[in-house]
Every structure is written in structure tokens, then in C-alpha cells.
């Protein structure tokens, strides 16, 4: 055989090991090897001690490292497969163009004070505050740039499952809804103060959202928002009054989603019963059934216009819808471990297949060309919908347990001019934009002209109880 170590190594080696013996009792194989080595009266006492704990020391360090170089691999091969899957422009563009941005490891921010599983998160459209909520029946606000906690409301009296904000024109408000079946507003501007509690559903309810108000310009918030329930209904609230102006039914199962177009005109909905709804929102008419997931939905979405483009090519269109038409396409995920892309009559465009469980949480990035999914393989997947929806980046670990929630932070809008940051409405500005499905752009009222400018900021939350922020 071969000799790996030089005759020094191997001496070395031999007098770690005698060390080593000794110092565990078993002087006999000590003897023997010091025997066998020819390692004279040299190796005394002061030696030995030299030599004590040199094997194990070594022994750990090399456990130690082939950890470290297994990171390094698998990060590598991560890094590799981006790469493989990038296009060169996007590669080229990455770093400064926020439609390009896709979050990556580690997160900018662990945010930890629940203590319960995080199960939604919401961005205020103004200011750097993010609501978490949870099983423990709280909301928490955090300062998402200082990664500080800033406050923690209480008022529900069990697990909060949504939280959205939004509101009449002015004035944001915070909604969330809980397990206790009740719907609150709660008021930023005053300290948070739970101002109305909306009561009516018969059941848990899952979802809320405020629903826009208004063309593609206008990007405005209105009075009005919607909740789905576990009672098999969505009911439209208005905020200002606490009234439930619209009951709408077609759902026969616990209804797990609500998500409404740009401009308020649609909601779509999904749930227990395997299917999503396409409703008009003025008439709680059904426009379309979407009927292909073989288990529960858990999350749906409606595109941006941001995104008509790359989606009609993947449906084969021609032509690309007009930026001002809403709810062209919509994506949803379900417990059958997909996220299935549809058109706006309910006709299936594509299934995304990567996830190894239940798909929990989606996003549209607001540039259009990605969709993100969390899911309860605690995997964020981003699907590059300009490369037939192909995955592009997996987050491995992005949390320690399932993942239960994702929310993009919402554009800023600025007049071309550059003297105010919002859209002027009767006086006031209106900074408020499409977080709740926008990306149209186009101008709004008056002589006030905006760009939209991306936030590369999202927030997930999960049931290791942690709210997660990844930046740029």
C-alpha cells in the first residue's frame, strides 16, 4: 500500500493516537502501538500532554469542513442554475432594473414577537410599516426597513388569518379578519385605534382585502372591501359605514381567497370546493368558473397588466390585451402542490409544477415578468412567466417551517414633475397605488402624470413564527 503521509505525518499521527489511548485508559493498545511504531523513552509525560486532545480536535475540524464545503457546493450549484436559466439581458440588467429584482438569501430582516404561526402579512402604502398577523390572535406593526417591532394590537379573540391595507381616499385604514368571525378596521393615524368591527359572517373568515376604486389612473382605494369566509360566501363591506352592502354565494365550500382587479371591477375567489370564481363586482354575477385543481385552493391572484404581455404569449395569443382592461388572466394555488395560470373565461393557460407541498401564497411581481409562490415546503419559487413560466429560483429554506404567507411591497407613484409623491385627489394626495394587484401606470386626475416606481421589497410569514423581509 501506498504511503499517503510523509514519515513525519506519520509519526505525528502515531504519537496523537498513543495520546489519545492513554488519556481514555487503554494502556494496553498504547503500549502495543508504541511498540510497533519503535516510539522510544522520547514520548514521556510532558510529550503526551503536548499530543492530548490532538486527535479529536482534528477529527471534529474535518466534520466541521466537510460541512462547510457541502454549503459551499450546494450554494454553488444554486448560483449555477440561475445562471443557467437567466438570459443574458436579464443578467446584464439585474442589478439596476427593479423588473428584473427577485429576492435572494438571507432575508434583509428575521422579524420574531409572535408567538403563534404568522399566517398573512400586509404593506402600508406609504410608509415603512408592515402588519403581521397571527394564531396567537394579535397583529403586529413593524418598522420593515429598521426590522424593528413597533407596536402589537389586540382585539381579536382568535387567530387573526388576514390583514390588507387601504380605505377611503385620505385616510389608509387597516383591515383584518379572524377565526372569531368578525372583520376590524383599525386607524393608523390614531395610534392604530380599533375603530369598527364588522360582524356578519358565520363562520371563520379567511380573507380580506380593500377593493380599488376607479380606472388603471385613478389608483385609488375606495370605501369598499371584501371578505371570503368559511361560511361559503364573500361579503363587500363599506368601511365608512360598517354596513355589508353585497352578500355574494356560488362557492359550496369554505371560500379560502379573495383577490380584486386593479380597478375594483372583478373579485376572484377560491377554495375548499376545488374551484376559483371570477366574480363582477357590482353585480356578484359569476363571469367564469376555473375547474382543474384536485385539491384545495389555498391562494389566488389577478395579474397586472404588467404581465398581459408574457401571459398571452403563453396562451398563444396574438395580441395582448389593452393595459386597461382588468382580470385578463388570474393564477391560483392549491394542496395539489400546482400553480395553475388561467384566462379571464376560466380556460387553463398553464400549470406550474415544482412545489413539494401545498402551495400557500402567491404574488405577481409588479414589473410582470415573474409570479412567486410560497408553499409548505418552506420553498419561495419564482416562475419566469417570459420563459413559458419556468422556474428560475428556488429559496430553498426560506423559512424553518411551512411558509403561509407572501405580499409584495406596493409601487410608489410620483409625478413626472417631481414636487409631490402621490396622486392629487380633491386637494389632498393620494399616495396609495396598485398593492392590491396594480402595475397599470397610466396618469390620474388633473395635471398630475405617474411613473410607478418598484419597491424591491417582499415580506413573508410562516409557522416558525417568524415574519421574514428580503430586499434589495
Not at 485508559?25 to 509525560?45: Q, Y
Not at 486527535?55 to 448560483?79: A, G
Not at 380599533?194 to 359572517?201: E, K, Q, V, W, Y
Not at 409544477?353 to 401545498?358: C, S
Request: hydrophobic content about 35%; some cysteine.
Amino acid at each position: 500500500m501506498s504511503q499517503i503521509l510523509t514519515s513525519r505525518q506519520a509519526e505525528e499521527l502515531h504519537k496523537a493516537l498513543i495520546a489519545y489511548l492513554s488519556s481514555v485508559n487503554f494502556n494496553e493498545s498504547a503500549a502495543a502501538l508504541r511498540r510497533e511504531a519503535a516510539i522510544g523513552d522520547e514520548f514521556d509525560e510532558t510529550t503526551r500532554k503536548k499530543y492530548e486532545g490532538l486527535l479529536e480536535k482534528k477529527w471534529t475540524s474535518v466534520v466541521r469542513l466537510q460541512k462547510k464545503i457541502m454549503d459551499l457546493e450546494s450554494r454553488c450549484s444554486s448560483l449555477q442554475s440561475e445562471l443557467d436559466s437567466a438570459t443574458p439581458t436579464s443578467l446584464l440588467r439585474r442589478n439596476q432594473d427593479p423588473t428584473s429584482w427577485l429576492p435572494r438569501s438571507p432575508a434583509r430582516h428575521v422579524l420574531q414577537s409572535h408567538r403563534s404561526p404568522v399566517t398573512c402579512v400586509a404593506f402600508h402604502p406609504i410608509f415603512s410599516s408592515l402588519a403581521s398577523g397571527s394564531e396567537d390572535a394579535t397583529i403586529k406593526i413593524w418598522d420593515w426597513e429598521l426590522g424593528e417591532l413597533e407596536r402589537t394590537l389586540k382585539g381579536h379573540t382568535k387567530a387573526v388569518l388576514d390583514v390588507d391595507y387601504g380605505g377611503p381616499r385620505g385616510g389608509t385604514l387597516l383591515a383584518s379578519c379572524s377565526s372569531d368571525l368578525t372583520v376590524k378596521l383599525w386607524d393608523p393615524s390614531d395610534e392604530y385605534k380599533n375603530i369598527r368591527t364588522l360582524p356578519g359572517h358565520d363562520h371563520s373568515v379567511s380573507a380580506v382585502r380593500f377593493i380599488p376604486s376607479g380606472a388603471a389612473g385613478m389608483l385609488s382605494s375606495g370605501n369598499l372591501l371584501v371578505s371570503a369566509s368559511r361560511d361559503r360566501t364573500l361579503r363587500v363591506w363599506d368601511s365608512t359605514t360598517g354596513y355589508c352592502v353585497k352578500t355574494i354565494r356560488g362557492h359550496v365550500d369554505w371560500v379560502r381567497d379573495v383577490s380584486p382587479s386593479f380597478d375594483g371591477r372583478w373579485l376572484l375567489s377560491a377554495g375548499n370546493d376545488q374551484t376559483a370564481r371570477l366574480w363582477d363586482a357590482s353585480t356578484g354575477e359569476v363571469r367564469s368558473t376555473l375547474v382543474g385543481h384536485e385539491h384545495v385552493i389555498e391562494c389566488c391572484s389577478v395579474a397586472p397588466p404588467a404581465a398581459y404581455a408574457h401571459l398571452a404569449a403563453l396562451a398563444g395569443l396574438k395580441k395582448a390585451p389593452p393595459a386597461s382592461s382588468s382580470a385578463e388572466f388570474v393564477a391560483t394555488g392549491s394542496r395539489d402542490k400546482t400553480v395553475k395560470l388561467w384566462d379571464a373565461r376560466g380556460t387553463l393557460v398553464k400549470t406550474l409544477v415544482g412545489h413539494d407541498n401545498w402551495v400557500r401564497g402567491l404574488v405577481f411581481h409588479p414589473g410582470g415578468k415573474y409570479l412567486l409562490s410560497v408553499s409548505d415546503d418552506k420553498s419561495i419559487r419564482c416562475w419566469d412567466l417570459a420563459q413559458e413560466g419556468k422556474c428560475v429560483k428556488t429559496l430553498e429554506d426560506a423559512h424553518g417551517h411551512f411558509v403561509s404567507c407572501i405580499r409584495w411591497a406596493p409601487s410608489i407613484h410620483k409625478d413626472t414633475s417631481g414636487d409631490i409623491n402621490g396622486t392629487m385627489v380633491n386637494g389632498s394626495i393620494d399616495r396609495r397605488g396598485d398593492d392590491l394587484g396594480g402595475g397599470g401606470g397610466g396618469s390620474g386626475t388633473g395635471t398630475y402624470h405617474h411613473k410607478p416606481t418598484i419597491r424591491c421589497v417582499i415580506a413573508t410569514g410562516s409557522v416558525d413564527l417568524n415574519v421574514r423581509v428580503f430586499a434589495s
